[in-house]
């Protein structure tokens, strides 16, 4: 007898979409259902040993790397799968929405590969999840094309020689995707994504002479990248594509995961292409997992921690040192900065704190960088063939000088710098900013010519709360109280009113931002993460 054909998933309280059914067919959704089937189980079981290990660390205030996997670290001989021939020269990554304006523009950008996001740049409705599916679909078919309502400004695509190479980034593991349901319960926002994507672009992007290709946001262990790299094994199976064939880079943008950076790769060895260096969620991690150690944990203004603070120093360069060891690419962090079309002077300015940024990472060996806008495409791109020249990176630079132990990365205290007043404004600020435009179903967002994205929310929030929690004094001599709090997102919330008039505020989602703001920085009991409230709240 044979088995029985796996239930199919229901799509739940969602206004059909046009063209959804290229996306939702039977076969696609058979195929994540069988991923559910066969792989949430799993990933419940690491949400919950996130949890517990949470639980240690408080009770500790400290991490080490893993004693049960010296073993690992210490073998030599082993090292990831050489990369692909469209993923070898990595210098310049552009990131942003599959939104169908971005898709293009990102495509054209000159950046050697473009972050396709389906994680903190996108909020999560339904039509960002099935028509930035659509967008991908279209890209690679070249049905793609976009004119501007408000402009009429017209975009399509250039020959394919000149497109930036598609890496895909999935939902994390904590979100859940509410409008396709399984045996009862919804599916993972991660095997949602995943699942359709590699479905239908596989065999396609493998004609183009690429391939699926994926960044992992959130992980928190090398259990977790083990989960990823089944997934793949048993995807490639199913469509009958050879072993390998996925590509997986890897955000170490946790605490927890910089830990175990060498266990990560050696996991998804056969299916690694590099580890890459976030810096908000990594300090938004730093606060959660550290937000009852007193304080010596206590983070200053997020902009007062670059990436030249020590404890960050640790980080990049052990990450450097690690992705070289193993033959992985090392991918450095994000140029935020969004051009103004009315101050030459800011942008100069920026471009030389840009310019700075890249060199700096270019000369500690990353192989490449992130840039949020397409004007920063050329700035970087400087910076990197000026140390690379006609190489297509510098794995070859091994960085053994890098000795980094493991206080090193929660050095925290020698930070010459401490929260400030302004601080806590800009935090209220970009918060409420960030969140009323996240509610409208936009998630990357240009806030005082930055590009900010979930992850910016979350340093702010999680700011906020350990500034409150640990009892802060300002310079000014006021303490950070939820009084305190309360008081300057109402001065905030007044402002933006002021600044956006009466009919724009009422139309956006201000109040229930504000709301939310000051819900997720001063309750007591600390939320994971931001994005599983205002899922709740996210309309569509």
């Given amino acids: 007898m044979s088995a029985p054909a796996p239930s199919p998933l229901a ?28 792989f949430t189980p799993r990933r419940d079981e690491l949400l919950a040993r996130r949890a517990e290990r949470r639980a240690e660390i408080a009770r500790t205030s400290t991490l080490g790397f893993l004693p049960e996997t010296a073993g690992i670290r210490a073998d030599d001989s082993w090292k990831v799968a ?10 310049v990554e552009i990131t942003g929405p599959t939104d169908r304006k971005m898709t293009i523009n990102a495509l054209n950008s000159g950046a050697k590969v473009w972050l396709a996001d389906f994680e903190d740049a996108s909020a999560p409705t339904w039509e960002n999840v099935v028509l930035g599916q659509l967008n991908l679909i279209d890209a690679y078919t ?53 699942g359709l994507y590699f479905f239908h672009n596989a065999q396609r992007l493998i004609d183009l002479g690429k391939g ?38 890897v955000l170490i943008e946790t605490i927890t995961a910089a830990y175990e950076m060498e266990e990560i790769l050696y996991e998804l060895r056969d299916h690694a292409a590099g580890l890459n260096a976030g810096r908000w969620d990594y300090l938004f991690s730093i606060v959660k997992n550290f937000r009852d150690g007193g304080a010596k944990f206590v983070l200053p203004d997020r902009n007062a921690v670059t990436m030249t603070a020590p404890f ?18 090392a991918i450095g962090g994000m140029a935020a900065f969004i051009p103004s079309r009315k101050d030459a002077e800011v942008n100069k300015v920026a ?22 806008h397409p004007d920063l ?127 724009a505020f009422a139309s956006g989602k201000w109040q229930q931002a504000h709301d939310l703001l000051l819900h997720v920085s001063l309750d007591a009991d600390y939320a994971d993460f931001l994005t599983l409230p205002a899922y709740d709240q996210l309309v569509g």
């Avoid at 050489?82 to 210098?91: F, G, I």
């Avoid at 960050?312 to 690419?329: F, I, P, S």
């Fill in 351 to 372: 471009f030389e704190k840009v310019k700075a940024d890249k060199d700096r990472e270019a000369g500690d060996g990353f192989d490449g960088s992130w840039v949020a």
């Fill in 82 to 91: 050489p990369a692909p021939a469209a993923l070898n020269d990595r210098r």
């Fill in 212 to 249: 699926p290709y994926f960044y992992l946001p959130k992980t928190e262990s090398h259990l977790e990248a083990r989960l990823w790299n089944d997934i793949f094994v048993f995807a490639q199976d199913y469509v009958g594509i050879p072993q390998g064939t996925v590509r997986a880079t």
């Fill in 377 to 503: 495409v050329p700035i970087a791109m400087a910076s990197f063939d000026a140390v690379l020249g006609d190489r297509p990176n510098q794995k070859d630079r091994l960085r053994e000088d890098v000795h980094v132990e493991g206080p090193e990365l929660i050095d925290i205290a020698s930070l010459d710098a401490r929260p400030t007043y302004e601080g806590l404004r800009n935090a209220v600020q970009v918060g409420i900013r960030y969140i009323e435009a996240w509610l409208r179903g936009l998630g990357a967002v240009a806030i005082f010519n930055l590009m900010e994205d979930a992850a910016t929310a979350e340093i702010s929030r999680s700011q906020i709360w350990q500034w409150i929690n640990a009892g802060v004094e300002f310079e000014n001599g006021e303490k950070a109280t939820p009084e305190l709090a309360r008081a300057v997102a109402a001065e905030e919330l007044a402002a933006i009113r002021a600044e956006i008039g009466e009919e």
């Fill in 11 to 38: 799509v739940v309280e969602a206004a059909p979409l046009p063209r959804q059914e290229e996306v939702l067919t039977d076969a696609a959704l058979a195929f994540v259902a069988e991923l559910h089937r066969r």
């Fill in 312 to 329: 960050m120093r640790a980080y990049t360069e052990l990450l450097v040192r690690t992705c070289h060891k193993r033959g992985a690419h």
């Fill in 142 to 194: 070249r049905n793609i094309d976009f004119t501007d309502p408000r402009s009429g400004k017209s975009y399509a695509l250039k020959p394919a020689e000149e497109l930036a190479t598609v890496v895909m980034r999935p939902r994390g593991w904590h979100l859940e995707e509410r409008h396709l349901t399984f045996e009862g319960r919804p599916v993972p926002g991660a095997l949602v994504d995943f």
